[in-house]
């Protein structure tokens, strides 16, 4: 999803907690073919800004009503910082989506807080007080660009400081957060042809896989990644089938739940 040269599949970080899990998906079709009883082709370099896009031309998003709250104070862990900022980056795609100019400024000044807490505030402000810029004037083509390259440089800020754990949390965080906006999107939609929309596409899930099994053992024997691993061996065993049965309605809705409460636990102080 990101289009480091390094990831260039990186979409969502759902990693496999074993062998199992690998095995577990090892159904998805590889051509790159959304899992949909409709196909629709995806590039294995999608990035967030594509996905929601699909979403959006797919169904009737109401995309101001998934606004959040703003997130708690920084934590000193590092490793919940990079989780947390990383959802927040989810949320400049929403709320991108949604042209909301205010919106877009207050959460860039949230994602500016967290990203001075990984030491990384004064590299990354003057792009994001450019990005607050082209909000306030609408120039949203040009800063659909600018939010896709400033995920990008953020992450490999991360991995030129050899905080590659970071990063790879950056990338959990983000679209961990952006799975919980489809699901809800797709909980509320009557057409079952959508519904593969919840877990966007084999890259995706793959690639969470990916990047969950490449933290280091020590990160993810941390309580919280240790919950998010968890829940992406679920949400990836839930889906298993998916391009052989039509997902259900309860599929849907047990992803949603599984993500609100994945990224509610994360978000509290």
Same mark, same amino acid.
């Given at each position: 999803m990101t289009a480091i040269p390094s990831r260039l599949s990186h979409t969502i970080c759902i990693a496999a907690l074993g062998l199992c899990l690998g095995q577990a998906l090892a159904d998805p079709p590889v051509s790159g073919a959304l899992i949909s009883p409709s196909p629709a082709t995806i590039a294995s370099d999608q990035t967030p800004a594509d996905f929601l896009d699909m979403v959006g031309q797919r169904t009737k998003a109401r995309w101001r009503l998934l606004f959040r709250p703003p997130p708690p104070t920084p934590p000193t862990d590092r490793g919940r910082a990079a989780l947390i900022l990383g959802s927040l980056l989810g949320d400049s795609f929403l709320v991108w989506q949604a042209a909301d100019s205010q919106q877009f400024r207050n959460n !860039?000044?949230?994602?500016?807080?967290?990203? #001075?807490m990984l030491g990384l505030g004064e590299k990354l402000m003057p792009r994001l007080m450019a990005q607050g810029k082209?909000? $306030?004037?609408? $120039?949203? =083509?040009?800063? &659909?660009h600018e939010i896709v390259d400033g995920h990008q440089e953020l992450v490999r800020m991360l991995r030129e400081q050899k905080d590659d754990d970071l990063a790879l949390m950056i990338d959990l965080g983000l679209w961990l957060r952006v799975l919980e906006i489809v699901s809800t999107i797709v909980t509320d939609a009557p057409?079952? $042809?959508? &519904?593969?929309?919840?877990?966007?596409?084999?890259?995706?899930?793959?690639?969470? &896989?990916?990047?969950?099994? #490449?933290?280091?053992?020590? =990160? #993810?024997?941390?309580?919280?990644? =240790?919950r998010i691993g968890a829940t992406i061996?679920?949400?990836?065993?839930?889906?298993?089938?998916? !391009?052989?049965?039509?997902?259900?309605?309860?599929?849907?809705? =047990?992803? !949603? $739940?599984?993500?609100k409460a994945l990224m509610q636990a994360l978000m509290e102080k």
């Open positions: !860039n000044q949230d994602v500016l807080t967290y990203c #001075r082209m909000a $306030e004037d609408s $120039e949203w =083509k040009d800063l &659909r057409d079952v $042809e959508i &519904r593969p929309l919840c877990i966007g596409s084999p890259f995706i899930l793959q690639d969470m &896989r990916d990047d969950f099994s #490449r933290l280091s053992d020590s =990160k #993810r024997a941390e309580t919280m990644v =240790k061996a679920e949400i990836s065993i839930t889906w298993k089938d998916v !391009n052989k049965v039509p997902p259900t309605q309860i599929q849907v809705a =047990k992803t !949603n $739940e599984k993500l």
